[in-house]
């Protein structure tokens, strides 16, 4: 099925409030007034039946990428469903399409031949969450983290980074690669797709409402994706 929902614009407020892209598990109480949902349901464009072709358990190993020296991630330790995967994935959406199912805590990257990469992911917690399209406009490779102020409101300890930012290496928040979505308007949604040093947080609701992955994934995905409107992002809840 196609999905042709637009991501609902965001409020400024709102929208600063949700977008730091990290969040860490410990806090009790999260509002939920700036949740952000699509101008109408979106429908699901998950077939109900996804088999495994392969799956890549060596791909996670260290890395050297851009002089940063990223560890290896104890892999028998990730859920074996939320390593990186092909799929048999039956869509009407075309290839490069990116779908992320946040209930089940996975992102499909669209290839031809009704087949997807299916990554495991971290998402938003409650209060954070979000549903719609955007698509990528741009992304970065070692991102700048700069956390909005809502989020240093609840965090002080990030206060600093608001308008320096934290700049790029091992320990920053947004990882190895950011995308940036933005709405069919050509807003910037201040959600992003990206990497995360915390492996142990995927498959958990923990982030901001970004969508957070495994550094070693997301430089996989970061490769596949070509920035611009053609590269369709479908979220559901």
């Known amino acids: 099925m196609r999905i042709r929902t637009p991501l609902a614009l965001l409020g400024l407020t709102a929208a600063l409030a949700l977008a730091g892209c990290a969040e860490t598990t410990s806090q009790s109480s999260v509002p939920t007034s700036?949740?952000?949902?699509?101008s109408v349901p979106v429908a699901d464009p998950v077939p109900a039946k996804v088999e495994?072709?392969?799956i890549f358990n060596d791909v996670y190993g260290p890395v050297t990428d851009a002089g940063y020296?990223?560890?290896a991630i104890p892999i028998n330790r990730v859920n074996e469903k939320y390593r990186r995967q092909i799929v048999e994935f039956q869509t009407s959406e075309r290839a490069g399409t990116i779908i992320v199912n946040t209930r089940e805590r996975?992102?499909?990257y669209i290839l031809s031949g009704n087949r997807a990469v299916r990554y495991g992911i971290g998402v938003g917690k409650a209060g954070f969450a979000w549903a719609g399209e955007a698509y990528v406009a741009?992304?970065?490779?070692w991102p700048m983290w700069h956390p909005p102020k809502e989020m240093a409101d609840r965090k002080p300890e990030v206060a600093k980074y608001v308008e320096a930012g934290m700049g790029p290496g091992l320990s920053n928040p947004l990882g190895a690669r950011a995308m940036y979505l933005f709405n069919e308007k050509g807003q910037?949604?201040?959600f992003r797709i990206h990497g995360s040093p915390e492996w142990a947080s995927i498959g958990t609701a923990a982030?901001?409402?970004c969508i957070r992955m495994i550094n070693q994934d997301v430089i996989d995905l970061y490769n596949r994706v070509r920035p611009g409107r053609s590269t369709k992002v479908v979220v559901i809840q």
């Open 138 to 141: 741009w992304k970065q490779e």
């Open 188 to 190: 910037d949604t201040l």
């Open 69 to 71: 020296a990223l560890p």
């Open 207 to 209: 982030s901001s409402g």
């Open 34 to 38: 700036g949740k952000i949902a699509a």
């Open 106 to 108: 996975y992102l499909y």
């Open 52 to 54: 495994t072709v392969q």
